[in-house]
């Protein structure tokens, strides 16, 4: 029969546990978010002859790689944000459709992904963003004609320069409604709320924008699910539009099929606006 002293003992060894486990997760909890890898193989190897690789500068003095293609004669300048994991190349099919279609894209490879220096914070990726957007507006482009797409991680970057900067559209693939829920379904077991020290609100940063959005997300995404787009489209200022795939995970949609829906919506507003402007 356990004595009171041996719960006891049981007890404070469970809490030391948790407290360990709790101490790991927030020492860890940026490594645990962000998975860079260094590129290898240079851009000449992908076959991208139109393409060209830059180094920005950020604010804050910190050096990052981007990939950079001028847009084709009446085609709209992209901006790419990427995700959590990999380097720019792992986008490679992405940014072939995005070059099949005219479009111009610049894609930023974060801060200690590919050949960025640094280490990912929330507020040293949003230094990263800002310096794409500042790039593109020295090369002379309308950032009211520029298309902002986010992908995983980069939905609640591109969403906030979205909030602060008025662009032509916002196509988010597998977004989140902000890192705290997301880890939170995860982590259920802790208080994410007073650990976490990056965030990226997408939920309360997508009220400000003021332009077109269409979301895409897969009904069988593990990684995050789209239950999250179900509770931004619902925030998002019309015209908007939600695309769920069914069958579809985190990474398996098709490029082609995102970009030629993106394509079409942005094209069925300008059709929408030209006629009210006829009729006026």
Same mark, same amino acid.
């Given at each position: 029969?356990?004595?009171?002293?041996?719960?006891?003992?049981?007890?404070?060894?469970?809490?030391?546990?948790?407290?360990?486990?709790?101490?790991?997760?927030?020492?860890?909890?940026?490594?645990?978010?962000?998975?860079?890898?260094?590129?290898?193989?240079?851009?000449?190897?992908?076959?991208?002859?139109?393409?060209?690789?830059?180094?920005?500068?950020?604010?804050?003095?910190?050096?990052?790689?981007?990939?950079?293609?001028?847009?084709?004669?009446? %085609?709209?300048? &992209? #901006?790419?944000? /990427? =995700?959590?994991?990999?380097? @720019?190349?792992?986008?490679?099919?992405? *940014? $072939?459709?995005?070059?099949?279609?005219?479009?111009?894209?610049?894609?930023?490879?974060?801060?200690?992904?590919?050949?960025?220096?640094?280490?990912?914070?929330?507020?040293?990726?949003?230094?990263?963003?800002?310096?794409?957007?500042?790039?593109?507006?020295?090369?002379?482009?309308?950032?009211?004609?520029?298309?902002?797409?986010?992908?995983?991680?980069?939905?609640?970057?591109?969403?906030?320069?979205?909030?602060?900067?008025?662009?032509?559209?916002?196509?988010?693939?597998?977004?989140?409604?902000?890192?705290?829920?997301?880890?939170?379904?995860?982590?259920?077991?802790?208080?994410?709320?007073?650990?976490?020290?990056?965030?990226?609100?997408?939920?309360?940063?997508?009220?400000?924008? %003021?332009?077109? &959005? #269409?979301?895409? /997300? =897969?009904?069988?995404?593990? @990684?995050?699910?789209?239950?999250?787009? *179900? $509770?931004?489209?619902?925030?998002?200022?019309?015209?908007?539009?939600?695309?769920?795939?069914?069958?579809?995970?985190?990474?398996?949609?098709?490029?082609?099929?995102?970009?030629?829906?993106?394509?079409?919506?942005?094209?069925?507003?300008?059709?929408?606006?030209?006629?009210?402007?006829?009729?006026?």
């Amino acid at each position: 029969m356990m004595t009171k002293k041996n719960i006891f003992r049981i007890i404070i060894a469970c809490m030391v546990l948790y407290l360990g486990v709790l101490g790991y997760i927030y020492l860890n909890q940026r490594t645990l978010l962000y998975h860079p890898e260094q590129e290898i193989i240079g851009l000449e190897s992908y076959n991208m002859p139109t393409t060209e690789e830059i180094f920005l500068t950020t604010k804050d003095g910190v050096k990052i790689q981007a990939w950079y293609k001028k847009p084709d004669m009446g %085609k709209e300048m &992209v #901006i790419f944000y /990427h =995700g959590n994991s990999g380097h @720019i190349p792992q986008r490679i099919d992405k *940014l $072939k459709e995005l070059n099949a279609m005219g479009y111009g894209f610049i894609i930023p490879a974060w801060r200690g992904f590919g050949k960025s220096e640094g280490f990912p914070t929330e507020e040293g990726i949003l230094n990263d963003a800002e310096a794409t957007i500042e790039f593109i507006k020295k090369e002379g482009y309308d950032l009211k004609k520029v298309i902002v797409i986010g992908e995983s991680l980069g939905t609640g970057i591109a969403t906030q320069m979205a909030a602060k900067h008025e662009f032509k559209g916002l196509l988010l693939i597998t977004p989140y409604t902000t890192i705290q829920d997301r880890a939170s379904e995860i982590y259920f077991y802790i208080p994410v709320k007073y650990l976490l020290k990056d965030n990226f609100d997408t939920i309360n940063n997508i009220s400000k924008v %003021k332009v077109p &959005v #269409i979301i895409i /997300h =897969g009904d069988n995404d593990e @990684i995050i699910p789209h239950t999250h787009s *179900l $509770k931004i489209i619902e925030k998002v200022n019309e015209p908007k539009k939600l695309i769920i795939y069914p069958g579809i995970n985190h990474t398996n949609y098709d490029s082609k099929t995102v970009f030629t829906e993106m394509r079409n919506f942005f094209k069925s507003l300008e059709k929408d606006t030209e006629v009210k402007v006829d009729q006026d």
